[in-house]
């Protein structure tokens, strides 16, 4: 038998990179996971605009109206992680197909949806769904590009995300606008042609699908955080009436077994050695504060100014802009800035910047002008979270091993939609209680007239606003003293 020397081992060829499909159809996987990443990226920013029109339509309460976002991000945060194992574990396009189909699937309920409740299980069956969606389109993109040609296929996508993030709450502001109080059942119902040109698109194109994972599912860690979550959320909704305590409990004990668990599981789904290093734990606390702010801000803005200031949902969706507009022409220049100076510092004085902004919308929330005083802030708003994004990416990744990057990342993201879950649960009783306290008719975000329910209402927001930017600031002061 002859042997093969080192040398002839090192002159091999390199072994050919086998991709999900032939190399001509790649471009048609790469527009399938920019049009299934704008379903799932439009509908967290469409759905902040519409709420009004969704609470007035099925004659929601405001947890209800909380719910309707919260039902979504609490299987979303629960499950994404999971999500990503699975594709990695029967296959990526197979499980990113079944998330979109799935996916679809939802928003035609929640388009048809006639009630509140219909609506909740409708938007927690999208957010099951999405938790294997979302993480597909990446990990879809990575099996189908080789290295070589992976950054450039990566930055397609993220460029045509921000875009599509950026219009979406755009044309549906138009669409709400210009149409009656059933319009936002439209907004839903579109991901059906979106959804049909996705699976189309990989139906073309995929030909190999490798299963590249036996690792054994934490099923356990994600039903433990999955309860836990949901009995935080829920105590925080309730939190003015004084039921609150057996729920919080509830969610305390879940943690703390689901902590036991992960620390015990030989395969965790959130791997606990990671936050032994200081930066990635700094990193992580820093992102849930500041995305618990920007959730906050995003959800009762739109609410505030819509229902009581008379500001019409094209323009309240003018407010989401600045953020889209500026990550995606700075994060470039950004992370080489963070390349070379290192990444805290930048990420402190982003988060410090939205702090600021925040704080300004306390100030001149009374005012009630939109245009002069809520814009400008956002503008701000929306450069300090542009210093943010790409360098808190690079803080995270390069807080731990290489071969640890994609369950730092799926961590990282998991954290930051539950930041959302937990602001919209907490911020609601926030606003509820001020509103109360400041002699208001009614219930914070309901559309009505009168010009002490416009008071309240906006007493609400002042309430969210400052809280906003202490979190914002807390998240600031984390990264500042951090050895990142």
């Known amino acids: 038998m002859t042997k093969t020397s080192p040398a002839s081992q090192s002159s091999a060829a390199p072994v050919a990179f086998e991709g999900t499909c032939p190399d001509r159809a790649r471009p048609l996987?790469?527009?399938?996971?920019?049009?299934?990443?704008?379903?799932?990226?439009?509908?967290?920013?469409?759905?902040?605009?519409?709420?009004?029109?969704?609470?007035?339509?099925?004659g929601a309460s405001l947890p209800q109206a909380q719910w309707f976002s919260n039902a979504y991000m609490l299987f979303l945060s629960a499950l994404i992680l999971a999500g990503g194992a699975v594709g990695d574990k029967l296959g990526?396009?197979?499980?990113?197909?079944?998330?979109?189909?799935?996916?679809?699937?939802?928003?035609?309920?929640?388009?048809?949806?006639?009630?509140?409740?219909?609506?909740?299980?409708?938007?927690?069956?999208?957010?099951?769904?999405?938790?294997?969606?979302?993480?597909?389109?990446?990990?879809?993109i990575s099996r189908t590009y080789p290295r070589a040609e992976r950054g450039r296929a990566i930055g397609i996508w993220a460029a045509a995300s921000a875009l599509t993030t950026a219009a979406g709450p755009i044309i549906g502001g138009i669409v709400l606008?210009?149409?009656?109080?059933?319009?936002?059942?439209?907004i839903f119902a579109v991901n059906l042609p979106l959804g049909l040109l996705a699976l189309g698109l990989l139906a073309r194109a995929i030909t190999r699908d490798p299963a590249a994972d036996e690792t054994p599912l934490d099923w356990q860690g994600a039903l433990l955080a999955t309860a836990a979550l949901a009995a935080l959320a829920w105590g925080l909704t309730i939190l003015q009436t004084g039921a609150a305590l057996p729920y919080l409990l509830g969610a305390l004990a879940f943690g703390a077994a689901f902590l036991w668990h992960e620390a015990r599981s030989p395969h965790p789904m959130m791997p606990?050695?990671?936050?032994?290093?200081?930066?990635?734990a700094a990193a992580n606390a820093a992102t849930f504060l500041l995305y618990m702010s920007l959730a906050a801000i995003m959800f009762f803005l739109p609410m505030t100014v819509i229902t009581t200031w008379g500001?019409?949902?094209?323009?309240?969706?003018?407010?989401?802009?600045?953020?889209?507009?500026?990550?995606?022409?700075?994060s470039s220049w950004v992370g080489r800035l963070?390349?070379?100076?290192?990444?805290?510092?930048?990420?402190?004085?982003?988060?410090?910047?939205?702090?600021l902004s925040y704080a300004a919308l306390a100030a001149t929330a009374?005012?009630?002008?939109?245009?002069?005083?809520?814009?400008?802030?956002?503008?701000?708003?929306?450069?300090?979270?542009?210093?943010?994004?790409?360098?808190?990416?690079?803080?995270?990744?390069?807080?731990?091993?290489?071969?640890?990057?994609?369950?730092?990342?799926?961590?990282?993201?998991?954290?930051?939609?539950?930041?959302?879950?937990?602001?919209?649960?907490?911020?609601?009783?926030?606003?509820?209680?001020?509103?109360?306290?400041?002699?208001?008719?009614?219930?914070?975000?309901?559309?009505?007239?009168?010009a002490l329910h416009a008071a309240a209402t906006t007493m609400g927001f002042v309430w969210t606003a400052a809280l906003s930017s202490a979190l914002a600031a807390g998240s600031a002061a984390i990264m500042w003293y951090s050895r990142g």
Request: glycine residues 10%; contains cysteine.
């Open 272 to 280: 606990l050695s990671l936050f032994r290093s200081p930066v990635f």
């Open 366 to 450: 009374p005012l009630q002008n939109f245009w002069f005083a809520v814009m400008p802030a956002m503008v701000v708003t929306g450069f300090g979270m542009a210093l943010v994004v790409a360098p808190l990416s690079t803080a995270v990744m390069t807080a731990v091993e290489d071969s640890q990057n994609g369950i730092a990342s799926g961590i990282n993201n998991a954290l930051s939609r539950m930041a959302s879950l937990v602001a919209i649960a907490a911020f609601g009783s926030v606003a509820a209680i001020a509103y109360g306290a400041a002699g208001g008719p009614a219930s914070f975000g309901e559309d009505m007239g009168g």
């Open 92 to 140: 990526q396009a197979r499980v990113f197909k079944w998330g979109i189909a799935a996916f679809v699937v939802a928003s035609l309920a929640c388009a048809f949806a006639p009630s509140p409740e219909f609506m909740i299980a409708a938007r927690a069956a999208k957010g099951m769904a999405a938790a294997f969606m979302v993480p597909g389109s990446l990990a879809l």
């Open 29 to 58: 996987v790469l527009a399938a996971c920019i049009v299934a990443s704008a379903m799932g990226f439009i509908d967290g920013t469409v759905v902040s605009i519409a709420l009004p029109a969704m609470r007035e339509s099925l």
């Open 338 to 355: 963070a390349d070379r100076h290192g990444p805290a510092r930048i990420i402190a004085a982003g988060a410090g910047i939205v702090a």
């Open 311 to 330: 500001v019409s949902e094209i323009e309240a969706a003018a407010a989401f802009a600045p953020l889209s507009v500026f990550i995606s022409t700075l």
């Open 177 to 186: 606008t210009a149409g009656g109080p059933e319009m936002w059942r439209w």
